[in-house]
C-alpha cells in the first residue's frame, strides 16, 4: 500500500456545516495547526465565491508553512465561454495557491439539469483544467457525484475524468457528494474506473508522450487517484477506508466531519485507522499524538461543543464506566480496547 495524501477541506467544505463559520483570521490560526499536523494540502476556499474567501490567500502568502501545501477549490469554466473570460477560474490563477481543485460533473443528470450538452461539458472539464496548468497551477480535477454517475452513465462518467487527464491533470478526485454511496459499491467503482483509466490506450500514450511514465506499470504513479465521501449514510469513513483499499491515494476530509448536511469524512478517525490499523505512513506517531488537540482546537474555533462519542478523540473513546470491563482492562487493556 503506497502512502495516503491527505487532503483537509475543513476550510472550504467544512464550512458548508450548519453553524460553522471561520473568519479569515480564524482560518489562518487552524491552517497553522493543520500544517503542524502534517497534513500535506489545505484546501482554503474558494476565492472567486466571496471577499472573505480571498482574504484568507492573501494572509496565506504572508505565513510559512513547513508542511502543508495551500489549495484554492473552484469550478470548471461556465458553458460556452473560454477559460480566460472565466471570473473564477481567473480569481485562481490570481489568489496564489501553487494548487487548484476544480469540480466538474461527472454525472449526465446534472449535465442535463443545467441545459447543457454533454459534449460542451467534456469540453468545460478538458479547458479548464488545460488553462489553469497554462498559469503554472497544479491541478486536481474533483469528479462531482462521480459514483452516481457511474452507475447512471458508466462510459459518460469515465469520459469526464478522461478529459481532465487529457486536459494535463494528474490527480483525480472520486467525489460520493450525496453521501449514499455504500463500501462495497465503492470498492467495486473504484476498482473498475482506476483498471479502465490505467487500460485506456489513448491516455496511456498521451502519458508516456509527455514522459509521466516510462513503463505501463509507471501510470499509477503519474496518475493518482482520490475519495471525496459526504456521511448521509453514516459510511464516509468506511467508503473512504474502501476507496484507499482499491489503490487511491489521496484522501479528503474534514476534522471532525464537519461539513454540508451529514457531514464529510472525518479526519479524526481517518488517521489513525490508515497509521495505526492498516500501517499506513501518512503521518507521524509524534503528529499523531497531537490528533486530539487538533479535533478540540477546531471545535473551540468553530464554537461548536465538542463530541464526547467521537472515535479516537472524543473523551469517552477510551473511558470504561465500571465492573467488568475496568477489572479486564486493569489486567490487560487489549481485553477491551480495541488498540493501545
Not at 461543543?305 to 479516537?312: A, D, E, S
Amino acid at each position: 500500500m503506497k502512502t495516503a495524501i491527505l487532503y483537509d477541506t475543513t476550510l472550504r467544505d467544512g464550512m458548508q456545516g450548519e453553524n460553522i463559520c471561520f473568519s479569515p483570521e480564524d482560518k489562518i490560526k487552524v491552517a497553522k495547526r493543520l500544517d503542524d499536523m502534517g497534513i500535506h494540502y489545505i484546501e482554503g476556499g474558494w476565492p472567486g465565491s466571496n471577499p472573505n474567501a480571498m482574504r484568507f490567500f492573501e494572509l496565506a502568502k504572508e505565513v510559512k508553512f513547513n508542511n502543508s501545501i495551500i489549495t484554492a477549490f473552484g469550478s470548471t469554466r461556465r458553458p460556452n465561454i473560454t477559460p480566460d473570460k472565466d471570473k473564477n477560474l481567473n480569481a485562481l490563477a490570481a489568489c496564489g495557491a501553487p494548487v487548484a481543485a476544480i469540480f466538474g460533473k461527472s454525472w449526465d443528470l446534472h449535465v442535463q439539469i443545467m441545459e447543457n450538452s454533454l459534449e460542451e461539458n467534456i469540453a468545460m472539464i478538458k479547458d479548464s483544467v488545460a488553462w489553469l496548468i497554462s498559469k503554472g497551477l497544479t491541478v486536481f480535477y474533483d469528479a462531482e457525484h462521480y459514483y452516481d454517475g457511474y452507475i447512471n452513465n458508466k462510459s459518460y462518467a469515465l469520459e469526464t475524468l478522461k478529459a481532465a487527464v487529457k486536459g494535463g491533470c494528474r490527480t483525480l478526485v472520486l467525489c460520493d457528494t450525496n453521501g449514499g454511496t455504500l463500501p462495497h459499491d465503492i470498492e467495486q467503482i473504484t476498482t473498475e474506473t482506476i483498471r479502465e483509466i490505467y487500460s485506456d490506450s489513448e491516455i496511456s500514450n498521451l502519458i508516456h508522450h509527455n514522459n509521466d511514465a516510462q513503463t505501463k506499470e509507471d501510470l499509477s504513479d503519474a496518475i493518482v487517484f482520490g475519495i471525496h465521501a459526504h456521511n448521509d449514510c453514516g459510511m464516509a469513513v468506511a467508503n473512504t477506508i474502501a476507496a484507499v483499499r482499491c489503490g487511491v491515494r489521496v484522501v479528503q476530509g474534514t476534522v471532525n466531519g464537519y461539513g454540508e448536511r451529514c457531514g464529510n469524512a472525518d479526519l479524526t478517525s481517518i488517521i489513525p485507522i490508515l497509521k495505526v490499523k492498516m500501517d499506513n505512513d501518512c503521518i507521524s506517531f509524534e503528529n499523531l499524538t497531537k490528533l486530539k488537540k487538533l479535533s478540540r482546537f477546531v471545535s473551540e474555533t468553530a464554537n461548536m461543543t465538542p463530541l464526547n462519542n467521537r472515535p479516537f478523540v472524543g473523551h469517552s473513546a477510551f473511558a470504561h464506566k465500571g465492573g467488568i470491563h475496568v477489572s479486564a482492562v486493569m489486567k490487560a487493556s487489549e481485553a477491551y480496547e480495541h488498540m493501545n
